[in-house]
């Protein structure tokens, strides 16, 4: 396996496991018990599942704008309150840029 496969393998996995775990917040956010001291309550919640649905599934069937997308999805989910996954999901960006 070549070495930009092999980093598009990585961003992909990171992708979708940073969304499990925002996904993973934002129930902990409906239930009252969120990580961040801040956060938008249940509209932030519903919006950070919606942004984590998004990486999943890019980190599931990438397109060709796949670490752009992811950027913005990453950015959102740390606005919107759900820290842990939006870090991993940049983390997942900055292997596909380096792809």
């Known amino acids: 396996m070549s070495e930009t ?3 598009d393998k990585g961003m992909r996995v990171m992708a979708v496991v940073g969304g499990f775990v925002a996904i993973i917040e934002a129930i902990m956010m409906f239930m ?3 990580l961040m001291p801040y956060g938008f309550g ?3 919640a ?3 599942i919606i ?3 998004i ?3 890019l980190g599931i069937k990438p397109t060709h704008y796949t670490p752009f997308i992811l950027a913005l ?3 959102l989910l740390i606005v919107f309150a759900s820290l ?3 870090v991993i999901v940049l983390l997942a960006t900055f292997f596909g840029f380096i792809s």
């Open 5 to 7: 496969q092999e980093a």
């Open 32 to 34: 009252g018990a969120g």
């Open 42 to 44: 249940i509209i932030g």
């Open 46 to 48: 519903v919006f950070s």
């Open 51 to 53: 942004f984590a649905i």
């Open 55 to 57: 990486a999943i599934s």
């Open 73 to 75: 999805a990453g950015i």
């Open 84 to 86: 842990i996954g939006g």
